[in-house]
């Protein structure tokens, strides 16, 4: 005789032998009893709980030869052809393999007949959410009015598949996952009536691992008798399966609320190397979290529950991604990091705390916290020699320095204009005073004129106004010098009136009435030409070295004229800056 697992010889045969399903027998033996069997039942639930076993035991409890009876004997043959699956009463369909109308159709005409041997002709449709629409239309109408000998059974996992129109035409009974201890309870059994010796931590070990399918755990224990013997241990159920002990997974989960990133990844590393699954270690470690959440609220528990909430979402979104992940380690690992960085951050109830404590005026134990890094203090010591370097910035202020010492260079140089330098002799205390006196009221002006410029921005008039150069402004008057080849469009403003609103836009602007000269530059092409002689090269090398901003184009106007006083004015030269314009020379 060939070899049986353990999944089908002991499969239960009777009501009281199913494990973990006592509200769903204890339901059917009281429907028998009373003679209230209904003619369809739907079983749902995940795989390997008994829901073709109770689908089976019901048809022995209908069919045998005492019956219908709550407690079939097992021994007579109506019982015996159905635990062996070749009753002609009870016809097990696949529904998977026949979700054809054609196969419900012939179904339904079968129905018609009556049984071989017993009273009830059972159909028992497995996995029926994977019929098709045609097909449980087809048998809507022989569930709802079958013949009084059928009797219609229907096992899915996946309920939320099933037409609504034939749910309400069954009793629907949710089979559970079954608990660990009665599993665990269940392998012992196994292994006395089979003479083995198996450690209780064994099979709490293939219990836990089963995750409520008694099925999946009786495989499990017929594999680890292949590989262990008559006699199994932990330390062998752990190896077969690659299952990680309770002591690694605390330690685990200590590392980690310690903030001991390097010691985590360790324990994840050793597993890893191990051969252990890493998926199984996660769904351990949230297991273990889950535990000490709910020994937290019965004050078994000392560890933070806030603490233990957010590393439970993050290793629960951890264990979505690692189904999908082709490496399951570096998951791990990152999110173990990421742990260890959400624990060291302050929560909202350590700051009230704190604040509370220094309220009181007790001392605040989050000090050696902070005494952990003691390189953060070292890090600001070279940090202090980079503030003396930033002295050079000092240096740039004193970059006006250089304008002075140009100006008396080329004084002996041009000794015919006798007034230039009686003006430029006291520059910088002229500039100075003028910057002071007439600062707030240029910058208004400028800003003025920006604005004034943009009220043109749509119009082709734009463009020549924003090349314009604020020249100065005087009591009643503001000159703007354009370029000579702005000339046309000048002449075109002027003739559409724009100057007009130009003027009225920028008195609104300052708050009194100003009128707008515009020139264009060619005036300075002649105040250039003026001088004849030609020493003035010479300078124009030193004034670029000692100023090589814009104000380049100043050497190539003589030291006393008053064009040059013009161009060096720093008025003038904020002007420049902030219309982004230019000086340019201007050739007849």
Known sequence: MSYRVFARKYRPQTFDEVVGQEHITRTLQNAISAGRVAQAY???GPRGIGKTSTARILAKALNCVNGPTATPCGVCDACKEIAEGRSLDVLEIDGASNNGVENIRELRDNAAYAPARGPFKVYLIDEVHMLSAGAFNALLKTLEEPPEHVKFIFATT???KVPATITSRCQRFDLRRIPTESISAHLQDIARKENITMEPAAADAIARAAEGGLRDAESMLDQSVAFCGDNISATDVMAV????????????LDHVLARDAAAAL???AGQAEAGRDLSRLLADLISLIRDELVAGVVGASSAPREKLLLLLDLFAETEARMRWATDKKLQFDVATIKAVHILDQASLDDVLTTLSALSRGESVPAAPVRQTPPAVPARPAPVAPAIPAAAAPPKLETAPAPAPISIPAPTPSAPTHETAPARQLPSEDLLLTKAEEREEKSIDASIAWENVARTYETSIKYRWLTKGVFALIE?????VQLPPSEAKELASFLGEMGRKDAEEKLSKALNRKLTLRIEIGEHL??????PEPEPEPAPSPEVKASTPEPAAAVPQAPVGDPMDEFKNDPLIKKALEIFRGEIQTATK
């Open 241 to 252: 399966f690659g299952f990680t002990p309770r002591e690694v997974i605390h330690s685990l």
């Open 525 to 530: 092409a002649v105040v250039e030409e003026t």
């Open 158 to 160: 996946e309920a939320q």
């Open 266 to 268: 360790a324990v994840i």
């Open 42 to 44: 739907l079983f749902v």
């Open 475 to 479: 009591a009643d008057s503001v000159l």
